[in-house]
């Protein structure tokens, strides 16, 4: 049935989707230069679209059908290194910001996160990087290159260091000195916490920038991911962490990366769910 759906974003209409109509500005990047293990991030972005083709668009939880802001679907943004995807995405990002768009970018490798922080933390003040992720992401350098996939947050945090990293379970020694333990909330340590999200929360400034990368995710439910770690969050943590980071704080855009798309569509489609409820969450 999708492929007689319109190819956009949750296969909407023209009256829903026309970058004129649309308050949100969903913004591919097919990236996938530094990736360590598992290739294939960069056709994270066509599966996800894909995906969401067949998606219902009513919110239970929020009885809400957030496709009537609109949303469009922009022209991927491409580069043939990070540095220079960085700047093209910051370039693209600050234009949409400008217009009054909210914008979502779909990745790719992790490294497409930096152009679109970088663009957010200039247009907004007093805002916070909320960072899910497996990985600490803070090493200086690895394999020679500072803006591999590894060092996306220690290049954040040259930008900001208002950073708060949740579901980490993968660190680099090296990583250590550049981690801010106060800020850092370990999957360990959610699991046997009942008040994890209330200590987030109080840790957030009034915006807040979401960066979410699916291996913060249990394989079990994501396993479509180039470096898959155990003891992950479930489903309706992050779900339950989002919807009060929302009502709480000010969400002024978000990405997604690091999907690595395989035979197996079931994880494709719980991050377009997960894309959706968000904007749910936001706009309803």
Not at 4 to 17: H, M, Q, T, V
Not at 222 to 246: A, H, K, N, Q
């Amino acid at each position: 049935m999708a492929n007689k759906l319109p190819y956009n974003f949750g296969a909407l209409p023209e009256k829903y989707s026309t970058y004129k109509n649309s308050k949100i500005i969903v913004l591919p990047v097919p990236f996938d230069k530094t990736s360590s293990w598992m290739k294939g991030s960069d056709k994270g972005p066509d599966a996800i679209i894909n995906a969401s083709r067949n998606m219902e668009l009513y919110d239970i939880e929020t009885n809400a059908e957030v496709y009537r802001k609109g949303i469009h679907t922009a022209k991927a943004v491409t580069a043939g290194n990070a540095r220079t995807l960085a700047v093209k995405v910051q370039n693209s990002v600050d234009d949409l910001l400008k217009n009054n768009k909210f914008v979502v970018v779909l990745g790719g490798e992790h490294t497409v996160s930096l152009g679109t922080i970088q663009a957010h933390t200039e247009f907004f003040s007093k805002i916070t990087i909320l960072h899910l992720d497996a990985h600490s992401d803070m090493r200086d350098s690895y394999e020679g290159d500072k803006y591999s996939h590894a060092c996306i947050m220690a290049r954040v945090k040259e930008i900001t260091k208002n950073i708060i990293s949740v579901g980490i379970r993968s660190t680099d020694s090296s990583e250590l000195k550049n981690i801010n333990k106060q800020n850092t909330f370990y999957a360990s340590t959610i699991h046997h916490s009942k008040e994890w999200i209330k200590k987030v929360v109080r840790k957030l400034s009034e915006n807040v920038y979401v960066s979410i990368d699916l291996d913060v995710f249990d394989p079990s439910i994501m396993p479509s991911t180039g470096t898959p770690e155990p003891g992950g969050l479930g489903w309706y943590d992050v779900l339950d962490l989002l919807e009060i980071v929302s009502k709480n704080n000010n969400i002024v855009g978000f990405d997604v990366v690091e999907l690595c798309p395989s035979k197996n569509m079931a994880p494709d489609f719980l991050t377009a769910k997960l894309i959706y409820k968000l904007l749910s969450f936001k706009f309803a």
